[in-house]
């Protein structure tokens, strides 16, 4: 699967209206952590064709990078059905970076939803 490379927030939105869950890689290309963590998430693109695997490029897209409150970089925002589930700043190991995909896969979202509504104070009628 291709690498979507996101530039504007409008391209954002394009993968979010068009996949369940996008993989957000923030990277600059000065960075030697994100040159080693780039053929990782590569290859997790390959193994996980239904998400949508994005990268910004800190240096040019800085507005992306501040509307997601990306301090450090690389950094890995996971995002399903428009809720941001993961923000982990830092390398990721393969292995890490496999686990907290499959913990994104399995996650019931209406479970979640129902939990963010109760914390959030709403009312069901």
């Known amino acids: 699967m291709a690498i979507h490379d996101i530039t504007t927030e409008d391209d954002l939105e394009r993968v979010l209206d068009s996949h369940e869950t996008a993989v957000i890689d923030f990277w600059a290309p000065w960075c030697p952590p994100c040159k080693e963590f780039a053929p990782l998430f ?55 970076l496999d686990d907290l995909l499959a913990q994104v896969e399995s996650l019931d979202m209406d479970a979640l939803r129902r939990e963010m509504a109760e914390e959030g104070g709403e009312s069901s009628p």
């Open 42 to 96: 590569e290859e997790a693109a390959r193994e996980h064709p239904t998400m949508a695997f994005c990268r910004v490029n800190t240096e040019e897209e800085e507005a992306l990078a501040e509307a997601f409150d990306v301090e450090s970089i690389p950094t890995l925002v996971v995002i399903r059905d428009r809720i941001m589930l993961a923000s982990q700043p830092g390398y990721l190991p393969r292995e890490k």
